[in-house]
């Protein structure tokens, strides 16, 4: 069985039909990209899946549970994380504290432990910890425990968000746009990682992209909207070729040049 | 080399008015007893003490001992009016200290926090006073029942309040945060109104006329009625909602109350369940109030709806948005600030322009009482805190020190478990 | 419940009168969180201030002997128009010092920025009618004391009818302001969209000016006509009234301008009717003391059933 099912998606916005009747399969420990010019839908597909629309059409499984009606926070509990392409963190939280906050799932003192300071509580805090910053080395931000995570610089706190989201163990991580606003030495840095975080920890990983570059030299599958409709499917290699795709793109100049 | 050598002096002298300050403020209240100069610079000389990184933790703590357990009662035996100050700024700590809970960490704007000090205080006030014969049979109980029962009514108050709170919140919570400022506003109206009513059909809170006398506090049967046992009453509360405030803050659950606050979109995508976590503040918060709404009852002996108004509620929002939202010192030195300003200096300021008009040195109306215009000054206050350092005076600043200590304390866990992936 | 039939028409004319004194005041409201998705807390205060300076205005009228040589109308229509401009004056300065520098901040700090200034306005109004009048409740001089007979029992003051030509005449002309004139325009530009608008090369800020001049300007309008209507004010009046007309805000959608007249007529007729009516029904056990848990009852349940109001647009945030 398929890890993500989505199966005739539409949401629209007022008259507006941002997503139209769109399946999507993919399975587990792929990488697979959505991609397509601005504007097409991309962004609204991922809100819909984090559940932020309960007011979709169409029916969405992952893992075997039903989505339809879901609040992000219960998407969250089927363990599906994501990022946002304009970064959210806890600004004033420190950076150890914001993965902590995305373990909140894997703890569960209560509030007597809470405030009894019960050994249970200590001990969970200190292994949430120790784990908290097993991560932050992992994303490669050893020694920035104590800082917050607005002072980052914006690199970083890519990293950051990413650090948070994996923090949820999660069976399926969302990427909105992670080379955003990367240079190209940092966007070369971000796909192996993406790379590592599928082969090392085995997630499977679901991402929005407008580099092009990065997108074929990652993904296993490659999925292209256009105008809330989806246009193509397949390998880099496939999608490469496809005239569709070709005659999508040549409408938008800048990114005309990333395809070829 | 002159800069450095004059920043050195300066920050020498700093020092050494500092430490003056803390050794010698309580000597000073101690000999000048009644001197209300004398009596701020001691509460300045607390604030001092808790800021100073001079003075290592172990002899903080024992100035701070010897401060609240011998200096205070013992100028307060000579001068019961200090003491009842004192008493004062703990009651509105602890309520400040609630009330953060629900603004500070949370970021919901609770207007009608008063409302459950309210419920707090009836629930104890109409079962310590004859009051509950009116609907329960003398024959079955006879009201008002014993002082010692008063501890039990501490938590018996925010269990009630806590339970009003969850059950305004629980409809009201899904809203924006300006509207759930209205209608918490609301709802302390309501309550007070109903308070005003509800001697009729049924005399439940003798209306406007108010309860007395409520039963003080009995240990064992030793009433403590006096300002000294409240002191320490207060002292030991205040004691205790420190601690819990401080662990709720540094728990999973003070970090799923901050995540809301900063960016709540993002904390639902954790995972976080948002609404059974603002239920949670908020009812913790309105339990606060109601146990400190029990205190208020039995110190006061009397109590009547105009004790609840929505002034009483700008006072501790106030509290907290001048100490500092989210940091539990700095809503207590917010909490001394406006008491001080409120119960202090307006009043001596008042004292001082009778005094001169009695003299007939200058002619002061008593329109132009300044006690009579707290709203002008707090307004005043707000307006300015957001203006100029919305943050407060000690800004919140998010440490670790807690989990370090837990990672300190347990010794290293042999078997660890897998970090990303179960 | 002939009883109850045989005092509706009364109801009926206190309900809209104090149902209109709600709709503009809601005006105030609805268009500041149109604008700004602020609720301008000071607003109950601006509409305190313009009841004392309307009521200043005719108490200097009566004292100067204008009062008996103008017509009542007249006086009227003088005294609402400079409350009118005090008020409005009143509420752009506050937006200037206020508002504006914490625009940028978290929402929860402009609103407790507007509740330091509603608690000083109300104290520094009390100040100063304290040293010039050495009280600061006023009374309203009498304009009009003859009533119309509609019916043997039925009574229809003049005041009343003049206090809702003006409320009408004003609910009018604000409409045709912001769905005709090109500032009007502009500020429906800059609420639904505020930086589009500001690309349209519209002065965002001047907009927001002009929504504050109008909605405090209207305040003053109704806190005059509630002087007149009830002869009576002190500092803390708007306190009461700034929370229903809120409430009506809401009823009717907040942000909608029809939606706050509409919102304020009905919640002037349910509660008048609601105090009326409460006695009776509950056989005198509810009175009508409990008619402002009425109205923040109504507030609490629109806000739980339908945030959006009656007329309001459902508004999701952007992700």
């Known amino acids: 069985m398929a890890l993500l099912d989505v199966k005739g998606l539409t949401k629209t916005f007022g008259g507006l039909v941002a997503v139209n009747n769109i399946d999507f399969q993919m399975e587990d420990k792929q990488i697979v990209s959505v991609i397509g010019p601005n504007g097409a839908g991309k962004t609204t597909f991922f809100n819909v899946i984090s559940g932020y629309y309960p007011d979709h059409v169409g029916t969405i499984t992952f893992g075997g549970h039903n989505l339809k009606d879901l609040n992000p926070e219960k998407v969250a509990a089927y363990r599906m994380a994501r990022t946002f392409q304009n970064i959210r963190l806890f600004p004033d939280m420190l950076t150890v504290e914001n993965i902590l906050v995305g373990m909140h799932l894997h703890l569960s003192s209560n509030l007597f432990d809470i405030v009894l300071n019960t050994k249970r509580l200590k001990r969970e805090e200190k292994e949430a910890y120790e784990r908290a910053m097993e991560l932050l080395n992992y994303v490669g931000l050893e020694g920035k425990d104590n800082e917050l995570a607005k002072n980052l610089p914006y690199g970083e706190q890519r990293l950051l968000e990413i650090a948070r989201a994996l923090a949820i163990k999660p069976k399926l991580l969302l990427l909105d746009e992670p080379a955003a606003g990367l240079n190209p030495k940092e966007t070369e840095a971000m796909k192996n990682f993406i790379i590592k975080i599928r082969d090392e920890l085995g997630h499977s990983i679901l991402l929005i992209e407008h580099d092009m570059k990065l997108v074929m030299g990652l993904s296993d599958k490659i999925t292209v909207i256009n105008y809330g409709v989806k246009i193509a499917e397949g390998t880099p290699d496939e999608i490469k070729n496809n005239p569709e795709v070709i005659k999508a793109y040549l409408g938008d100049d800048t990114t005309t040049d990333a395809v070829a | ?422 | 419940m002939e009883e109850m039939t045989g005092m509706i028409p009364q109801l009926l004319i206190d309900g809209l009168t104090l149902g209109f004194v709600y709709a503009i005041v809601a005006l105030g409201y609805t268009m500041v969180y149109g604008i700004l998705e602020f609720i301008n807390f000071a607003h109950s205060e601006i509409f305190m201030v313009g009841a004392f300076a309307g009521t200043e205005v005719l108490l200097f009228m009566q004292s100067a002997g204008y009062l008996e040589k103008i017509p009542a109308p007249l006086a009227l229509l003088i005294a609402i128009i400079i409350a009118m401009v005090f008020s409005g004056a009143l509420g752009v300065f506050i937006e200037r010092v206020a508002y504006k520098p914490v625009r940028s901040a978290p929402k929860l700090v402009a609103f407790i920025s507007a509740i330091g200034v509603s608690f000083f306005l109300q104290d520094a109004v009390r100040l100063v009618e304290g040293l010039w009048k050495n009280a600061f409740y006023l009374s309203t001089p009498t304009l009009f004391t003859t009533s119309i007979n509609i019916t043997n029992t039925l009574k229809m003051p003049v005041k009343v009818i003049y206090i809702m030509i003006i409320a009408i005449i004003i609910m009018v002309s604000l409409n045709l302001f912001v769905n005709k004139h090109r500032l009007g325009k502009a500020m429906r530009a800059v609420a639904q969209d505020r930086d589009t608008a500001s690309l349209m090369a519209i002065n965002v800020n001047s907009i927001i000016s002009l929504t504050f001049l109008i909605g405090a300007g209207l305040g003053g309008a109704a806190g005059t006509l509630f002087s007149v209507q009830y002869a009576l004010i002190h500092p803390y009046v708007g306190f009461i009234i700034g929370m229903k007309a809120f409430t009506a805000a809401v009823f009717g959608g907040i942000g909608s301008i029809p939606g706050a007249m509409l919102g304020g007529i009905l919640l002037g007729l349910l509660e008048v009717f609601g105090a009326g009516f409460l006695g009776i029904l509950t056989n005198g056990v509810l009175g009508a003391e409990y008619k402002d848990v009425f109205a923040f009852a109504i507030l609490i349940i629109i806000l739980i059933f339908k945030p959006s109001g009656l007329l309001g647009k459902t508004v999701r945030e952007k992700v």
């Open chain 2, 1 to 422: 080399m002159e800069n450095i050598s004059k920043l050195f002096h300066e920050y020498i002298k700093r020092e050494i008015i500092q430490l003056g300050i803390i050794f010698l403020s309580p000597i000073l209240l101690y000999v000048f007893n009644g001197n209300g100069i004398a009596f701020i610079l001691f509460l300045l000389s607390l604030f001092l003490l808790h800021q100073s990184n001079k003075l290592n933790t172990k002899i903080k703590a024992i100035i701070a001992i010897v401060d609240l357990i011998v200096i205070i009662p013992l100028v307060g035996f000579a001068n019961s009016y200090y003491l009842d100050v004192i008493t004062q700024i703990g009651i509105y700590a602890i309520l400040a200290i609630g009330l953060n809970v629900v603004v500070g960490f949370t970021g919901l704007l609770n207007l009608g926090y008063v409302g459950f000090y309210a419920v707090g205080a009836y629930t104890y006030a109409i079962f310590a006073t004859s009051q509950a014969n009116n609907f329960i049979s003398p024959a079955i109980l006879k009201f008002p029942i014993s002082g010692n029962w008063f501890w039990l009514f501490l938590i018996i108050g925010m269990v009630v309040s806590g339970f009003v709170g969850f059950l305004l919140g629980l409809p009201v919570l899904r809203l924006r945060g300006d509207y759930l400022a209205i209608v918490t506003l609301g709802f302390a109206e309501i309550i007070r109104i109903v308070l005003n009513n509800l001697d009729k059909p049924i005399n439940f809170t003798n209306g406007p006329k108010g309860i007395t006398p409520v039963q003080p506090p009995a240990f064992f049967g030793i009433v403590l009625n006096q300002t000294i046992h409240y002191y320490f009453i207060v002292l030991v509360l205040l004691g205790l909602t420190i601690i819990a405030a401080n662990r709720l803050n540094n728990s999973r659950v003070g970090r799923a109350w901050t995540a809301i606050r900063e960016d709540e979109l993002a904390a639902r995508t954790m995972g976080i369940p948002i609404v059974k976590m603002k239920l949670l503040a908020f009812s913790i918060g309105a339990a606060f109030a109601g146990m400190m709404g029990v205190l208020f009852a039995a110190k006061q002996s009397f109590i009547d709806p105009s004790s609840f108004g929505f002034m009483e509620s700008i006072g501790i929002l106030a509290m907290v948005i001048m100490g500092g939202m989210g940091n539990i010192s700095g809503v207590i030195i917010g909490a001394l600030a406006v008491v001080v300003l409120q119960l202090h200096i307006l009043k001596e300021f008042s004292n001082f322009l009778r005094q001169l008009t009695v003299a007939g040195i200058i002619n002061i109306p008593s329109q132009l009482d300044p006690a009579k215009y707290e709203r002008l000054v707090f307004g005043l206050i707000l307006v300015l805190m957001c203006i100029f350092r919305p943050q407060g005076f000690l800004p919140a600043k998010r440490t670790m020190e807690y989990i370090k200590k837990h990672v300190k304390k347990l010794k290293k866990t042999e078997n660890k478990k897998d970090v990303f992936v179960e």
